[in-house]
């Protein structure tokens, strides 16, 4: 027996409306394309370099330091006025009317995102913590392809093996695994992470000593390369500080003492101290 429902009707749009809600699905449709932009940019190194120029730099200071072929530059321009449109650079463009084009002459400036993109070097005063390695541990093929069966794990055979997650499905095992046979990937991961959790350290123990208080010892648990474990120790040297991850994490970590490093999974056991540190985001 067929179940009547009562008529469904669409909710009344005026065409004012429909015109934003179709420049919205636009957005999110093509929204991928930030993220890789971002990646271009940050593998070209386009933020060191306009910082290397002293701030801002012309098409043409590009093209002169960038690691572009001949035969390509003529595709800056398009890159650029999209990194400028997401935020990411700022442009000036000379004085010659409000429909004038970007063009050579125009100027690219650094934001404040783009500023957490710039490499170290020693003319940086400002000892910024560059977050580059943090996107690129993010925006990595295998988390991308991940992304792309979402639809399909929703309605995979939940018994399977590969339907415990996307990332399982797309790649065939986990990112842990996958990391533990691709050198490269394991140090671009840990790289991010690091880097992520000094910008993170920096502020929390500027501004957040107290929650520290009474606390003798500590474990980072998938602490990495022990970077929130040395800020701890460093701010706080009464705490000892020891740092759980896996194997493949710690085997390659060459130790300075300042820190323990302890094999072995969080999902198992965690030594026994006064407080467990555990960096996660909402």
Not at 46 to 59: E, Q
Not at 250 to 264: A, F, H, K, R
Request: charge should be negative; hydrophobic fraction near 40%.
């Amino acid at each position: 027996m067929v179940e009547n429902h009562p008529a469904v009707t669409m909710p009344t749009t005026s065409d004012k409306e429909l015109l934003q809600a179709h420049a919205e699905l636009w957005n999110l449709t093509f929204s991928y394309l930030k993220s890789m932009a971002l990646e271009c940019a940050i593998n070209l190194g386009i933020p060191t370099a306009i910082h290397r120029c002293g701030g801002t730099a012309s098409l043409p200071d590009l093209l002169a330091t960038l690691p572009i072929l001949e035969r390509k530059k003529s595709y800056l321009p398009r890159l650029m006025r999209f990194l400028v449109a997401s935020g990411i650079f700022t442009v000036d463009v000379p004085a010659t009317g409000e429909c004038a084009n970007v063009g050579a002459t125009s100027t690219y400036r650094l934001t404040p995102l783009s500023c957490l993109l710039v490499d170290g070097d020693d003319t940086d005063a400002h000892q910024r913590t560059s977050l580059s390695s943090f996107v690129l541990s993010q925006t990595n093929k295998y988390h991308v392809t991940a992304a792309m069966h979402f639809s399909e794990w929703f309605t995979s055979d939940e018994g399977s093996a590969s339907a415990e997650m996307p990332y399982m499905m797309a790649n065939g095992t986990n990112p842990w695994a996958i990391m533990a046979r691709d050198p490269k990937l394991n140090q671009v991961f840990n790289a991010g992470m690091a880097a992520d959790t000094q910008f993170a350290m920096n502020f929390i123990v500027s501004n957040c000593g107290e929650v520290f208080e009474g606390v003798t010892s500590i474990v980072d648990v998938a602490g990495g390369t022990g970077t929130a474990a040395r800020a701890i120790a460093k701010a706080f040297p009464h705490i000892k500080c020891s740092v759980l991850d896996l194997p493949n994490v710690i085997n390659s970590i060459s130790s300075d003492g300042t820190v323990e490093y302890i094999v072995g999974d969080m999902m198992s056991s965690i030594p026994r101290t006064d407080a467990v540190f555990l960096k996660v985001r909402q």
